[in-house]
Nanobody, 118 residues
């Protein structure tokens, strides 16, 4: 069982930057691939970014590539999502996900709200 707690959301103006974090419980954090997803009002949850357990491989949605950067600190059991050049359409609840390949185990955090104003 993994518990995930997101933090760092807030209100930011368009063009600004924000970093959200996700702290995980457990002693095998590096065994988990981690991901960020987001859900805007009235829309489905969508993939944003993912990072391998080692941190050597990252994947991004086309809509955020070049603006967002995901990283992890396995010593602190924490992943980060650095968001830059934010746009109003980035407004959403951002969720952290932990997945342990090759199992189907998948865990979600409670989410953190990111609001980008004009």
């Amino acid at each position: 069982q993994v518990q995930l707690v997101e933090s760092g959301g807030g209100l930011v103006q368009a063009g600004g930057s924000l970093r959200v974090s996700c702290a995980a419980s457990g002693r095998t954090f590096s065994a988990y691939a981690m991901g960020w997803f987001r859900q805007a009002p009235g829309k489905d949850r969508e993939f944003v970014a993912a990072i391998s357990g080692s941190g050597l491989s990252e994947t991004y949605a086309a809509s955020v590539k070049g603006r967002f950067a995901m990283s992890r600190d396995n010593a602190k059991n924490t992943v980060y999502l650095q968001m830059s050049s934010l746009k109003p359409e980035d407004t959403a609840v951002y969720y952290c996900n932990a997945r342990r390949p090759p199992t189907t185990d998948s865990y979600w955090g409670q989410g953190t709200q990111v609001t980008v104003s004009l």
